[in-house]
C-alpha cells in the first residue's frame, strides 16, 4: 500500500457527477440520493479523502441540478467545482476540468500531476482499493492505470479486450459494440482511471463523438495510450484487478438499496469483529461515521445515525435512534431517541425518552419514560422520573424531576432559561414559569405554578407557589 509522500500529492481527482439519473425516476440529482443517510457522493468523497486526496486537490464535475449538488458537496469541505452545461459524455465532462487543474497546479506547483477519474454514483469504492492504484501507477509509472473487474455476467458495461498472446490491455469495447465472441468475455471496465496529465490533456482533445450517442466517451483514452509509441513508456496502459462490488455504479433505486446492503454489511462487519456485541444485525443500521468502543452492545431495531460515539459497556436499544450523539460507558438507552444530545457515563434513559438538539446528562442521571430534554444541562445524579419535559433549562446535581414536571420555557417570543439548584425536589406536576430560579435544597409541592424566584432551602406550594410556613414544611 503506498504511503502518503510526494508521489500522491501529485494526485488531483476530478468526480464525473453531472448526470440527471434518469433511471432514477425522481427530481433530486442521482448523486444526492441518500445512502445509509448520506448522499451517495458524500461517500466517494470519503474514499477519496481516507486515500490522502483532500478537498482541495479533489474537483467535482456538475451539470444537472447543479447548483444543489455544488451545496451539497460543499458541506464537506472546501471542494472545487467546474459546471458541464451540455451533457457530451463522460470524455467532455473531464475536459471540463481542465483550465481548473491547471489553476490548481499554478497555484501550488507538482500538484495535478496525475488525474484520477471516477465517479459520484460509485460510492462503494474502498479506499485501500485506491490507494493500490496509486501504488501501482507511481511503481509502472504507465500512462493510464486503471480498474478492471471480473463478473460471471457483465451485461451493461464495456468489456477490456486483450491481446490474446501477450495478455496486454489492447482496448475497452462498449457493450453496444461488442461482437458476439466479445461478448463472452468476463472482464469489464468499471470506469475508473489514473492519467498522466501531460499525457491526457493533449490525448483528450483527439476524442471524437460517437457516430450512435453523439458523445466523447472516456473509455477511447486506454486505447490511445496503447497507440502511442513513447520509448519512455514500457506500458502505456496496466490494469488492476479489484473486487466487482467495489466498484458497481447505482443508476436506479433498486442499485440504490443493494449498495446500501452491502455498505450495511460492511460496517456491520467492523464492529462486530471490534469486540462490539450487535445482537440482530439484520435490524442494525449504523453510520459509516459512527464510532463504537468494545463490549458496548446493540440491541435489535436500533438506528446509529450521522457521528454518534457510543462508550465501552453501553447498552443501546432494542428500538433506539440516535443521531449525532455522544454516549459515555456504561450507559442505557432503552427505545428512546436521542438527537445532537449528549450522556456523560452511567446514565440511564428510556423508555419512551427523548433527548433533543443541545441536552446534556452529567453522570449518573436517570431519566424514565415520556422525558424530554432540549437545550438543557442536567447535572450528575439527578432523577427525571417521567412523563416530564425540560427545555431551556440548567439542573444542578441530585435533583428530582417529579413526574408531569415541566418548563414553561416559551412565552410566545422567546425562549427563557430555568435555572435549578443542586438537591431541589420538584413535586409531581410542577410548571416553572421561565425565566425563574430554583435555590439550592428547595421544595415545591405538587402541582405548584413557579412563577417567581424560589429562595435556597424553602418548600412552596400552590398556584401560583408561595412559601409555606415554617412548621408546614416539609411537605
Same mark, same amino acid.
Given at each position: 500500500?503506498?504511503?502518503?509522500?510526494?508521489?500522491?500529492?501529485?494526485?488531483?481527482?476530478?468526480? !464525473?457527477?453531472?448526470?440527471?439519473?434518469?433511471?432514477?425516476?425522481?427530481?433530486?440529482?442521482?448523486?444526492?440520493?441518500?445512502? !445509509?443517510?448520506?448522499p451517495?457522493?458524500?461517500?466517494?468523497?470519503?474514499?477519496?479523502?481516507?486515500?490522502?486526496?483532500?478537498?482541495?486537490?479533489?474537483?467535482?464535475?456538475?451539470?444537472?441540478?447543479?447548483e444543489?449538488?455544488?451545496?451539497?458537496?460543499?458541506?464537506?469541505?472546501?471542494?472545487?467545482?467546474?459546471?458541464?452545461?451540455?451533457?457530451?459524455?463522460?470524455?467532455?465532462?473531464?475536459?471540463?476540468a481542465?483550465?481548473?487543474?491547471?489553476?490548481?497546479?499554478?497555484?501550488?506547483?507538482?500538484?495535478?500531476?496525475?488525474?484520477?477519474?471516477? *465517479?459520484?454514483?460509485?460510492?462503494?469504492?474502498?479506499?485501500?482499493?485506491?490507494?493500490?492504484?496509486?501504488?501501482?501507477?507511481?511503481?509502472?509509472?504507465?500512462?493510464?492505470?486503471?480498474?478492471?473487474?471480473?463478473?460471471?455476467?457483465?451485461?451493461? *458495461?464495456?468489456?477490456?479486450?486483450?491481446?490474446?498472446?501477450?495478455?496486454?490491455?489492447?482496448?475497452?469495447?462498449?457493450?453496444?459494440?461488442?461482437?458476439?465472441e466479445?461478448?463472452?468475455?468476463?472482464?469489464?471496465?468499471?470506469?475508473?482511471?489514473?492519467?498522466?496529465?501531460?499525457?491526457?490533456?493533449?490525448?483528450?482533445?483527439?476524442?471524437?463523438?460517437?457516430?450512435?450517442?453523439?458523445?466523447? *466517451?472516456?473509455?477511447?483514452?486506454?486505447?490511445?495510450a $496503447?497507440?502511442?509509441?513513447?520509448?519512455?513508456?514500457?506500458?502505456? $496502459?496496466?490494469?488492476?484487478?479489484?473486487?466487482?462490488?467495489?466498484?458497481?455504479?447505482?443508476?436506479?433505486?433498486?442499485?440504490?438499496?443493494?449498495?446500501?446492503?452491502?455498505?450495511?454489511?460492511?460496517?456491520?462487519?467492523?464492529?462486530?469483529?471490534?469486540?462490539?456485541?450487535?445482537?440482530?444485525?439484520?435490524?442494525?443500521?449504523?453510520?459509516?461515521?459512527?464510532?463504537?468502543?468494545?463490549?458496548?452492545?446493540?440491541?435489535?431495531?436500533?438506528? !446509529?445515525?450521522?457521528?454518534?460515539?457510543?462508550?465501552?459497556?453501553s447498552?443501546?436499544?432494542?428500538?433506539?435512534?440516535?443521531t449525532?450523539?455522544?454516549?459515555?460507558?456504561?450507559?442505557?438507552?432503552?427505545?428512546?431517541?436521542?438527537? *445532537?444530545?449528549?450522556?456523560?457515563?452511567?446514565?440511564?434513559?428510556?423508555?419512551?425518552?427523548?433527548?433533543?438538539?443541545?441536552?446534556y446528562?452529567?453522570?449518573?442521571?436517570?431519566?424514565?419514560?415520556?422525558g424530554?430534554?432540549v437545550?438543557?444541562?442536567?447535572?450528575?445524579?439527578?432523577?427525571?422520573?417521567?412523563?416530564?419535559?425540560?427545555?431551556?433549562?440548567?439542573?444542578?446535581?441530585?435533583?428530582?424531576?417529579?413526574?408531569?414536571?415541566?418548563?414553561?420555557?416559551?412565552?410566545?417570543?422567546?425562549?427563557?432559561?430555568?435555572v435549578?439548584?443542586?438537591?431541589?425536589? !420538584?413535586?409531581?406536576d410542577?410548571?416553572?414559569?421561565?425565566?425563574?430560579t430554583?435555590?439550592?435544597?428547595?421544595?415545591?409541592?405538587?402541582?405548584?405554578?413557579?412563577?417567581?424566584?424560589?429562595?435556597?432551602?424553602?418548600?412552596?406550594?400552590?398556584?401560583?407557589?408561595?412559601?409555606?410556613?415554617?412548621?408546614?414544611?416539609?411537605?
Open positions: 500500500m503506498l504511503e502518503q509522500g510526494s508521489d500522491l500529492t501529485s494526485v488531483a481527482a476530478v468526480v !464525473l457527477a453531472a448526470g440527471k439519473g434518469t433511471r432514477m425516476r425522481s427530481r433530486l440529482p442521482k448523486v444526492l440520493h441518500p445512502l !445509509l443517510g448520506e451517495m457522493i458524500s461517500h466517494v468523497l470519503r474514499t477519496l479523502r481516507q486515500a490522502h486526496i483532500p478537498a482541495e486537490r479533489t474537483l467535482v464535475v456538475v451539470g444537472h441540478e447543479a444543489q449538488v455544488r451545496a451539497a458537496v460543499a458541506r464537506y469541505g472546501p471542494y472545487l467545482t467546474v459546471e458541464q452545461t451540455e451533457q457530451l459524455g463522460t470524455g467532455h465532462a473531464v475536459r471540463q481542465e483550465a481548473a487543474l491547471a489553476q490548481m497546479a499554478l497555484a501550488n506547483p507538482g500538484a495535478a500531476e496525475q488525474v484520477l477519474v471516477l *465517479y459520484g454514483d460509485g460510492p462503494l469504492l474502498r479506499s485501500e482499493s485506491l490507494q493500490n492504484l496509486f501504488a501501482s501507477h507511481f511503481t509502472n509509472r504507465p500512462l493510464v492505470t486503471m480498474f478492471t473487474a471480473q463478473a460471471a455476467d457483465p451485461t451493461g *458495461y464495456g468489456r477490456i479486450i486483450r491481446d490474446a498472446a501477450t495478455g496486454d490491455f489492447q482496448a475497452i469495447v462498449e457493450e453496444t459494440d461488442l461482437t458476439a466479445q461478448k463472452q468475455i468476463k472482464e469489464w471496465n468499471p470506469g475508473i482511471y489514473l492519467f498522466r496529465a501531460k499525457w491526457l490533456w493533449p490525448a483528450l482533445a483527439r476524442l471524437q463523438p460517437n457516430p450512435r450517442k453523439g458523445e466523447y *466517451y472516456l473509455t477511447d483514452m486506454p486505447g490511445f $496503447v497507440e502511442t509509441r513513447q520509448e519512455a513508456v514500457s506500458t502505456p $496502459v496496466q490494469t488492476l484487478l479489484v473486487n466487482g462490488e467495489e466498484v458497481l455504479g447505482i443508476n436506479d433505486r433498486l442499485q440504490l438499496a443493494e449498495a446500501d446492503s452491502v455498505l450495511r454489511r460492511r460496517i456491520l462487519e467492523k464492529w462486530l469483529l471490534s469486540g462490539v456485541t450487535i445482537t440482530d444485525p439484520a435490524s442494525t443500521y449504523i453510520s459509516v461515521e459512527t464510532e463504537l468502543e468494545p463490549d458496548c452492545v446493540i440491541e435489535p431495531n436500533t438506528h !446509529l445515525r450521522g457521528v454518534c460515539r457510543i462508550g465501552r459497556d447498552i443501546i436499544g432494542p428500538n433506539s435512534i440516535l449525532d450523539a455522544q454516549i459515555g460507558a456504561n450507559c442505557k438507552v432503552l427505545a428512546s431517541m436521542v438527537e *445532537y444530545a449528549t450522556l456523560e457515563d452511567a446514565v440511564e434513559i428510556g423508555p419512551f425518552a427523548h433527548l433533543r438538539r443541545g441536552a446528562l452529567e453522570q449518573g442521571v436517570h431519566m424514565g419514560n415520556f424530554e430534554v437545550r438543557s444541562r442536567i447535572g450528575a445524579g439527578s432523577k427525571q422520573g417521567h412523563f416530564s419535559y425540560i427545555g431551556d433549562a440548567t439542573v444542578g446535581p441530585n435533583v428530582n424531576i417529579g413526574a408531569g414536571t415541566i418548563t414553561a420555557n416559551f412565552d410566545g417570543a422567546n425562549k427563557n432559561k430555568t435549578i439548584g443542586a438537591n431541589v425536589k !420538584l413535586g409531581s410542577t410548571v416553572l414559569v421561565a425565566p425563574v430554583v435555590g439550592e435544597n428547595a421544595v415545591t409541592g405538587a402541582g405548584s405554578v413557579i412563577t417567581r424566584d424560589v429562595e435556597p432551602g424553602t418548600t412552596v406550594a400552590g398556584v401560583p407557589a408561595k412559601p409555606l410556613p415554617k412548621k408546614a414544611q416539609p411537605i
